[in-house]
């Protein structure tokens, strides 16, 4: 299983990490050369990999077909840092830890907008501009606990990556005052990971503002979980 593991996170750098095919441009997204950037294969992001290319920016936004559209989402690359982090607990090994921290900045710096006062819900494969400028509900959240598993990754291997500490303290002030409520199951069972991620973060002597965002965000999870069942949606035939 871990040797599947490790060919995994190889295979998704050395494709997600690099140019489609298809495209003009080649080699690594970040735009390193060959070797820099298998050094950090993700430095630049990391593509989400849908069979069309991106949107050009002389093309109109058709919102069903930008589903089907190549580019880079902010939650699919904070799940990303999670799964190298424990990958790197379980090797042992510091570069893991590392790439998580370099990805978590260069998420940072390709989806905040506004000068830090919002982020962009989908960007383009090289970070270069939005393809959807709305805000994902959970982004913000996402972005901060994923950045203290990530610093706490880090300094159990005595690691540091330049850039992790602006993007930490920009997705928490993202979080500030916001309301997690969602009816939307993958929205719940997001909320309830990140509540469990908390709660291991905080350990057993949490500081009172942990406490308080744990507490918001099983609240929220407990009125959108209410609001879901209502519809009883758990009677609905399988093939609803």
């Known amino acids: 299983y871990l040797d599947l593991s490790l060919s995994l996170v190889e295979q998704v750098h050395t494709t997600l990490g690099q140019h489609r095919a298809d495209d003009i441009r080649s080699g690594w997204i970040s735009g390193l050369g060959e070797v820099d950037g298998a050094q950090h294969p993700t430095a630049g992001g990391l593509r989400i990999g849908k069979k069309l ?14 589903w089907e559209r190549d580019g880079q989402y902010l939650h699919y690359l904070t799940k990303w840092m999670h799964a190298l982090c424990c990958v790197g607990a379980a090797t042992g090994e510091t570069h893991y830890a590392i790439w998580a921290g370099e990805l978590a900045e260069a998420a ?24 959807v400028a709305s805000m994902g509900h959970h982004d913000p959240l996402d972005g901060y606990l994923t950045c203290r598993e990530i610093g706490q990754r880090l300094a159990l291997v005595a690691a540091e990556v ?36 908390l709660a291991q973060l905080a350990g057993s002597a949490p500081s009172a503002e942990d406490i308080a965002l744990l507490r918001d965000l099983l609240q929220n999870t407990h009125a959108g979980l209410s609001i879901w069942m209502a519809d009883s949606p758990l009677g609905r035939p399988a093939t609803f």
């Not at 940072?108 to 393809?131: C, M, N, T, Y």
């Not at 303290?169 to 997001?190: I, V, Y």
């Open 162 to 197: 330049p850039g992790m500490a602006p993007a930490l303290s920009g997705f928490e002030a993202l979080c500030t005052s916001r309301d997690w409520t969602t009816p939307d199951p993958l929205g719940l069972g997001g909320l309830l990971f990140d509540a469990a991620r």
């Open 108 to 131: 940072w710096r390709g989806f905040s907008a506004g000068g830090g006062q919002r982020l962009v819900w989908k960007a383009s494969i090289d970070l270069s501009r939005p393809l």
């Open 53 to 66: 290319p991106e949107r050009s920016i002389r093309q109109r936004h058709d919102t069903q077909l930008e």
